[in-house]
């Protein structure tokens, strides 16, 4: 069976401080994609990242950077030197190849940066 | 190239009226995808279509609930008498290719709250 675990609900960090948000995933699948999605106030949900399963490198996109194991079913996020604009939900969602339109979300982590 | 566009962005209806939720995809995308969001739970996948096409309702409840994305126009959701627990928000993506190809992603529109009073 599929699914996404998030297992922090949420998350408050001071402006500057560096966050992790987890997202462990299962499936049975070899071909599969992993996303991260972020849902500021606002509502909509903005598009971060997408890897496929035979990519493991490592992301880094200005003060993001994703952590993909395959090992432990885990593609973790990170913030460095966060911001108060960073403030949302931020939701990790997988695929797979033979329904790879149907995303599968987790529950979401409730990310509060205070300044 | 304006993104998805869904409207109304707030609907609020009394138990046993009918919702209408329509989705206006992304210039050139023939591919739309509605989710929906329980209050503090993650997206849920509904339904997969393509112009005039049902491609995967397995997400879908099984009665008062229907899609469709006609050849002309926006896709539509549509639900009939609706009940309180019909209350979470709706969202519609749409894609440029099919899912197999390498550069596949869905754009999300900004959702519809509907709230059933």
């Known amino acids: 069976a599929q699914k996404v675990t998030q297992a922090q609900t949420e998350i408050s960090v001071v402006e500057k401080e560096d966050v992790t948000l987890d997202c462990v995933y299962e499936t049975r699948d070899t071909t599969y994609y992993l996303f991260w999605y972020k849902q500021p106030p606002s509502g909509e949900l903005v598009f971060l990242i997408r890897r496929n399963s035979f990519d493991e490198q490592n992301e880094i996109s200005g003060r993001y950077s994703w952590n993909f194991q395959k090992s432990t079913s885990s593609f973790n996020f990170t913030i460095t030197a966060s911001q108060v604009v960073d403030s949302a939900v931020y939701f990790c969602?997988?695929?797979?190849?033979?329904?790879?339109?149907?995303?599968?979300f987790g529950s979401g982590t409730r990310l509060l940066v205070r300044p | 190239n304006a993104g998805v566009m869904q409207n109304p962005r707030h609907l609020v209806r009394r138990r046993g009226q009918e919702a209408r939720l329509r989705c206006s995809p992304m210039k050139g995308h023939s591919h739309v995808y509605w989710y929906r969001q329980l209050p503090e739970e993650g997206l849920k996948f509904m339904v997969y279509l393509q112009k005039e096409n049902i491609i995967d309702e397995s997400g879908m409840p099984k009665e008062r609930f229907s899609a469709e994305f006609p050849k002309e126009g926006p896709s539509i959701l549509r639900i009939q008498q609706v009940v309180r627990g019909d209350s979470a928000a709706y969202f519609c993506?749409?894609?440029?290719?099919?899912?197999?190809?390498?550069?596949?992603?869905?754009?999300f529109g900004p959702g519809t709250r509907l709230t059933v009073t």
């Open positions: 969602a997988l695929s797979e190849a033979d329904s790879s339109y149907k995303l599968i």
């Open positions: 993506a749409s894609s440029l290719t099919r899912p197999e190809t390498v550069s596949y992603e869905q754009y």
